[in-house]
């Protein structure tokens, strides 16, 4: 069970550039979602989706698009890459039960953009 | 908006207790979460209240006052692993978690 899965792991990127973080989950989650965490501080919320074919928008999507065409992947684009988007990039997938809303993370992606 | 305030640092030794607090601002409230963070890895899962009351998992116990919008985590005979970040969570509205800014626990031996 590989649970969350992100790729790349470490990327940089040169200003106006676009790219794809790749997130996978093999754990049936309905929900899923991107967030960002810089330097000392905590994570923020960027775009989720709670099924196939639905996205919305969290804290700060600026910048970013996702789609979600299946249920295991929730890929988020750079559509043009600016230095205030180096960051850590987390994806999570999340359960609902009786004991709670467990958000499973993937290792992260270490993003730069020079 | 919503915003969650914890201390920034919390230093402790081996076998301690530490109590790390979270006060919240939200729209609306479905529960708190406490996840933990070490350096360069991914935030983890530790407890989740809905409820007004304490939660125990082994050495980590929650708390939560709904009418206070306050709660807390509790870390019981602290180990040297336990030096991380811990961040709260409030899930204010539809499928939206909103993190504090997180606390770095400092264990010395």
């Known amino acids: 069970n590989a649970g969350v899965t992100q790729t790349p792991k470490f990327q940089v990127l040169k200003t106006g550039q676009s790219m794809t973080l790749q997130c996978a989950q093999d754990?049936?989650?309905?929900?899923m979602s991107w967030y960002r965490q810089d330097p000392g501080m905590g994570l923020r919320l960027i775009h989720y989706s709670v099924g196939a074919g639905i996205t919305d928008q969290g804290e700060v999507p600026n910048g970013y698009n996702v789609s979600r065409s299946t249920t295991e992947d929730f890929p988020l684009r750079l559509l043009s890459a600016a230095p205030s988007q180096t960051s850590v990039y987390f994806c999570?997938?999340?359960?609902?039960?009786?004991?709670?809303?467990?958000?499973?993370f993937g290792e992260g992606s270490w993003l730069t953009v020079v | 908006g919503q915003s969650l305030e914890q201390p920034s640092e919390v230093t402790a030794v081996e076998g301690a207790i530490v109590q790390i607090n979270c006060t919240y601002q939200?729209?609306?409230?479905?529960?708190l979460s406490w996840y933990q963070q070490h350096d360069g890895g991914a935030p983890t899962f530790l407890s989740y209240n809905a409820l007004d009351g304490l939660e125990e998992t082994g050495r980590f116990s929650s708390f939560l006052s709904r009418s206070d919008s306050y709660g807390y985590l509790l870390l019981q005979e602290l180990q040297m692993k336990d030096s991380a970040s811990y961040f709260c969570a409030v899930e204010g509205g539809f499928q939206k978690l909103v993190f504090g800014t997180g606390t770095r626990l400092l264990v010395s031996p």
């Open positions: 999570a997938s999340r359960r609902e039960g009786a004991e709670g809303n467990t958000i499973y």
């Open positions: 939200t729209s609306g409230f479905y529960g």
């Open positions: 754990m049936n989650h309905e929900y």
